[in-house]
């Protein structure tokens, strides 16, 4: 695999994550700088992590997982966005107990922005292509993504104010259903 595809790749797959980085952004999640590093930096080691499992587990579950990783995927993000959008009418304080960028929320908004790097790993190690230089460039890729997304997420919600909360929790639903109808 050449350099630029790589990139090409990289890029490719760190939309989604950058989506919901500006999402969580524009709604005030990443108010300190320790959430902004939070989600950046769980981002970019999941989408390092997930080609090394797919290219770890092989082929020989490639066609099981194939049939439902999107789904999965689309589930997780409509799940953390549903709750986005309802806790915009909840009191401030009742908010920050629901940190999107600490515990299981992080865990789920990783993983679900990784699964599609999940299937580059397999179709790598059917190709019998090396994962790791794209494996950290897709990582880096994204975590560099991720802190641009983070900052403009900051200016949109400066101009959207309160909206941002469920504005935020409209694109996590239209990345969900992007994964569903475009898998």
Do not use: C
């Amino acid at each position: 695999m050449s350099n630029l595809e790589s990139l090409i790749l990289a890029f490719s797959l760190s939309l989604d994550a950058a989506a919901v980085s500006l999402a969580l952004s524009a709604a005030g999640h990443l108010g300190n700088t320790r959430a902004k590093f939070r989600i950046a930096f769980h981002f970019g080691l999941f989408q390092f992590l997930m080609p090394l499992a797919g290219w770890a587990i092989g082929t020989r579950i490639e066609p099981y997982i194939k049939l439902f990783d999107h789904w999965i995927a689309a589930g997780l993000l409509a799940f953390v966005a549903v709750r986005m959008i309802r806790s915009a009418n909840e009191p401030p304080d009742t908010r920050e107990a629901n940190d999107p960028t600490r515990g299981w929320t992080l865990v789920t908004l990783a993983t679900a922005t990784s699964i599609d790097a999940l299937a580059v790993g397999l179709g790598l190690a059917a190709l019998r292509i090396s994962v790791w230089y794209p494996s950290v460039v897709i990582g880096l890729i994204t975590m560099v993504l991720s802190v641009i997304a983070i900052f403009a997420g900051q200016r949109a919600g400066r101009r959207i104010g309160p909206r941002a909360q469920v504005v935020g929790g409209i694109v996590l639903l239209l990345v969900a259903l992007r994964i569903v109808i475009l898998p």
